[in-house]
């Protein structure tokens, strides 16, 4: 079983940074993922890391969110830049033991993701 925990968010004015981490329970063959839900939102994947290396963004955060791991620490992270009022919500981490491959991405929906966070807060004020 995996357990992952999620920290970093916060309060950031649209414009900031932030960095969320994920300290798990894993081993790097893993596929990891970032995932996030606002306010009357569905949950919208974010970012994924395939256990091979390959990455896949949302369009909504290409260019501005960079998703990256250091396995000697088990952590996986989310560098958020330029952050817009619309990227504020509750970011989880999760895990699966393989990333599905579908039309030239690695998947971002949250069904194929079996291992969850608890959550961390990011709000971003205009």
């Known amino acids: 079983q995996v357990q992952l925990a999620e920290s970093g968010g916060g309060s950031v004015q649209a414009g900031g940074s932030l960095t969320l981490s994920c300290v798990a329970s894993?081993?790097?063959?893993?596929?990891m993922a970032w995932f996030r839900q606002g306010p009357g939102k569905e949950r919208e994947g974010v970012a994924v890391l395939s256990n091979v290396g390959g990455i896949s963004y949302a369009d909504s955060v290409k260019g501005r969110f960079t998703i990256s791991k250091d396995n000697a620490k088990k952590t996986l992270y989310l560098q958020m830049n330029s952050l817009k009022p619309e990227d504020s919500g509750m970011y989880y981490c999760?895990?699966?033991?393989?990333?599905?491959?579908?039309?030239?991405?690695?998947?971002?929906?949250?069904?194929?993701?079996?291992?969850w966070g608890q959550g961390t807060q990011v709000t971003v004020s205009s």
């Open positions: 999760a895990a699966n033991t393989f990333c599905p491959w579908s039309d030239g991405v690695w998947s971002l929906s949250g069904r194929d993701y079996t291992y």
């Open positions: 894993y081993s790097d063959r893993y596929c």
